[in-house]
C-alpha cells in the first residue's frame, strides 16, 4: 500500500536553513504537499507541488521533488523560532486521498 | 469567519459512553473528511463525503458512524467508546477537483 516516511525530529539554530525530507511510494501521486501543524492546533497547508514540476519557492519556502526517486523535501530559509512545529509531507492518491507521513518535529533554538 | 469550525474542542468521556462530534464549513466545499490523530502524531483518513454521499470509508470499526445532513457539516457519532478511540479528530474540506483541503481546529477525545 501507500506509505510516506519522515524523519521524526530536526533541530536547527536560528537563522539557519532547515531541510525536512519525506519519501513516498505512490509513483501516480500528482500533488504532494507541505502542512504545518502548531502545538494545539489544527494543519495549515504551507505549499504543494505537482508532480511534473521538479521545484518550486514561495518565500523562505523551497520545494524540491525527485519523482525517480519519490523523495521530497522542504527547505525553510532563515529559520526563526516561530516555525518551530511539526511539518507533515502528505502526496494525494488517486482516489483523491490525501496520505500523511509521519510527520518531523522541527525544534529551532536560538 | 469563513472557516472549518468544530464542537467540541475538547471532549473527556468514559469508556462504553456514545458520544457525538460536530465540523461544519462556510467555505461552499463539496467534499468533507474526518481524520484521526493518534498520541504519536501519526494522520489517518477515516471518511470522506461528497455532496452528503459517503466517499471514503477506511478500515474504521463500525462504532464510527459519520452523518451529513447538509454538504456544510459533517457529524461523527461514535458509540461504546473505548480507551484506544482516545486521539484528535480533525476536520477537513475542499472544494470539488484538484484543491488542497482545509482542515478544522481539531477535537481532543480523551476515554477514561
Known amino acids: 500500500g501507500e506509505d510516506v516516511e519522515q524523519s521524526l525530529f530536526l533541530s536547527v539554530r536560528e537563522g539557519d536553513s532547515s531541510v525536512i525530507n519525506c519519501t513516498y511510494t505512490d509513483s501516480s501521486s500528482t500533488y504532494l504537499y507541505w502542512y504545518k501543524q502548531e502545538p494545539g492546533a489544527g494543519l495549515q497547508l504551507l505549499t504543494y507541488i505537482f508532480s511534473n514540476m521538479d521545484m518550486k519557492q514561495d518565500q523562505r519556502l523551497t520545494v524540491l521533488l525527485n519523482k525517480k526517486d519519490k523523495h521530497l523535501s522542504l527547505r525553510i530559509a532563515d529559520t526563526q523560532t516561530g516555525d518551530s512545529a511539526i511539518y507533515f509531507c502528505?502526496?494525494?492518491?488517486?482516489?483523491?486521498?490525501?496520505?500523511f507521513g509521519t510527520g518531523t518535529r522541527l525544534q529551532v533554538f536560538p | 469567519d469563513t472557516a472549518v469550525s468544530q464542537t467540541p474542542k475538547y471532549l473527556v468521556t468514559q469508556m462504553g459512553n456514545d458520544k457525538s462530534i460536530k465540523c461544519e464549513q462556510n467555505?461552499?466545499?463539496?467534499?468533507m473528511y474526518w481524520y484521526k490523530q493518534d498520541s504519536k502524531k501519526f494522520l489517518k483518513i477515516m471518511f470522506s463525503?461528497?455532496?452528503?454521499?459517503?466517499?471514503i470509508n477506511e478500515t474504521v470499526p463500525n462504532r464510527f458512524s459519520p452523518k451529513s445532513p447538509d454538504k456544510a457539516h459533517l457529524n461523527l457519532h461514535i458509540n461504546s467508546l473505548e480507551l484506544g478511540d482516545s486521539a484528535v479528530y480533525f476536520c477537513?474540506?475542499?472544494?470539488?477537483?484538484?484543491?488542497?483541503?482545509?482542515f478544522g481546529p481539531g477535537t481532543r477525545l480523551t476515554v477514561t
Open positions: 477537513a474540506s475542499k472544494p470539488t477537483g484538484p484543491h488542497e483541503q482545509y
Open positions: 502528505a502526496e494525494r492518491d488517486n482516489t483523491d486521498k490525501l496520505i
Open positions: 467555505l461552499g466545499h463539496d467534499t
Open positions: 463525503y461528497n455532496n452528503k454521499e459517503l466517499i
